[in-house]
């Protein structure tokens, strides 16, 4: 038994001894194939050169783990680019590289993003790795290259919401629907056309009469059943139960009456806003033509 430890030891020196190589040989070949654009022959020694070669530098670190990374993003496999220039971030947070690992992460990012109906999360590390290129190196070239990823991605996010509100307003949910719809107005303006958002909330904030009409009705009805239980009621105690119902009740309808109030008196605030701030677009006639329907 003693024995088969001893040569299991003497194997695994051996072992460990042979996956050594030589530093400069496997960075030599690994530039020179990277300089051919032949990416994935290159990750081969480069991966060797960083995990198994002795005597690396920081700055031969630094850069084989940099053109690792960029070997993945040339080869538009955007998934193990990220997570290498993640590391790279991680390992080398002042390298003169970083301005261009947080343009290519973002970017990235934005090519694994799905569209605005899915989840929102790459889109969400996109903006970002973008807004910290934009901010801690403006006057880069990069950072001018991040604006254009920050639009798109913003596009998404706001497209997202208005997926929402577009959705709400299929369902007849006019309320909800013009809540996004102000959401998406509120944080991407910049990014959308203003009057035709403009036109939505207001169209969606008129029609909550519609919304709310059945409810309202319901509510009436259930009162004016209760009002006529209290006036037979001859137990106090039933009898204070029930009207202690009927305050909830009409506390419910209240608030319901005076959202529709609200909503119809702002929603036609916004229409002639359009037709003032837009006369001459399609939306001012839009809007012209809804408010003679009220």
């Known amino acids: 038994m003693k024995k088969f430890f001893v040569v299991l030891l003497i194997s695994g020196i051996f072992f460990s001894c042979a996956k050594k190589v030589e530093k400069k040989n496997v960075i030599s070949k690994a530039y020179s194939l990277y300089e051919k654009g032949e990416y994935s022959d290159a990750r081969k020694y480069l991966k060797e050169a960083i995990y198994k070669a002795e005597g690396l530098t920081t700055n031969e670190l630094l850069k084989l783990r940099y ?7 040339l080869d538009e496999n955007y998934v193990d680019a990220i997570v290498e220039f993640e590391e790279f971030l991680a390992l080398f947070p002042t390298a003169p590289q970083v301005p261009e690992v947080l343009y290519k992460l973002a970017d990235s990012y934005m090519k694994v993003a799905p569209g605005a109906e899915r989840d929102l999360t790459y889109v969400e590390k996109a903006i970002e790795k973008a807004e910290e290129l934009i901010e801690t190196y403006p006057d880069t070239v990069y950072a001018r290259k991040a604006k254009e990823i920050l639009k798109k991605a913003k596009l998404i996010e706001a497209q997202h919401l208005l997926e929402i509100a577009n959705l709400y307003e299929h369902l007849g949910k006019f309320y909800g629907a013009a809540v996004y719809y102000q959401k998406a107005y509120d944080e991407y303006s910049d990014y959308l056309e203003k009057g035709k958002i403009e036109y939505k909330i207001a169209e969606n904030l ?23 239980k209290i006036s ?26 005076k959202r529709v109030e609200k909503s119809v008196k702002r929603g036609k605030a916004i229409l002639k806003y359009i037709i ?4 001459k677009s399609e939306y001012a006639q839009m809007a012209k033509k809804l408010l003679k329907e009220e």
């Open 232 to 257: 037979l009621e001859k137990d106090l105690k039933k009898k204070n139960v029930l009207i202690n119902r009927k305050k909830l009740l009409e506390q419910q309808l209240d608030n319901l009456e």
């Open 67 to 73: 053109l690792l990374a960029n070997t993945y993003y």
């Open 276 to 279: 003032d701030t837009y006369p």
């Open 206 to 228: 008129l029609k909550t009469k519609q919304q709310y009409r059945k409810d309202i009705s319901i509510y009436r009805e259930k009162i004016k059943k209760l009002e006529k």
